[in-house]
């Protein structure tokens, strides 16, 4: 399986590090937008049975495997999208 870099901002490590004192992993998954493309999304998520947590920068995700497909290289940010506070991902 290919190995995706992940690189995050201090607001993305600050907002990841309050999930898991509620025991709570941001899970990154790949969503279908449209007829031929992509977005890459993360939200708050238990381990579930076939889980397995992955250590970027000494924070733990939940990667789903085709993410390692489309992107192998990711920045991830916390912060205003519009009106609302989000995870903001872009793929290099």
């Known amino acids: 399986m ?3 870099d992940i690189t995050l901002t201090e607001n993305a490590r600050e ?3 309050e999930l898991e004192r509620q025991g709570l992993y941001p899970r990154l998954i790949l969503t279908k937008s449209g007829c031929c493309s992509y977005t890459f999304d993360i939200y ?6 076939s889980d397995e947590l992955t250590d970027v920068e ?3 995700f939940i990667i789903a495997p085709q993410v390692r497909e489309f992107a192998p290289t990711l920045r991830i ?3 205003r999208r ?5 995870f903001i991902v872009k793929a290099k």
């Not at 519009?82 to 989000?86: A, D, P, S, T």
Request: without cysteine; proline residues 4%.
């Open 58 to 60: 000494d924070i733990h």
């Open 77 to 79: 940010d916390y912060g």
């Open 44 to 49: 708050p998520d238990k381990l579930r049975g």
């Open 15 to 17: 907002k990841i590090r």
């Open 82 to 86: 519009g009106i609302l506070k989000n």
């Open 2 to 4: 290919r190995k995706t």
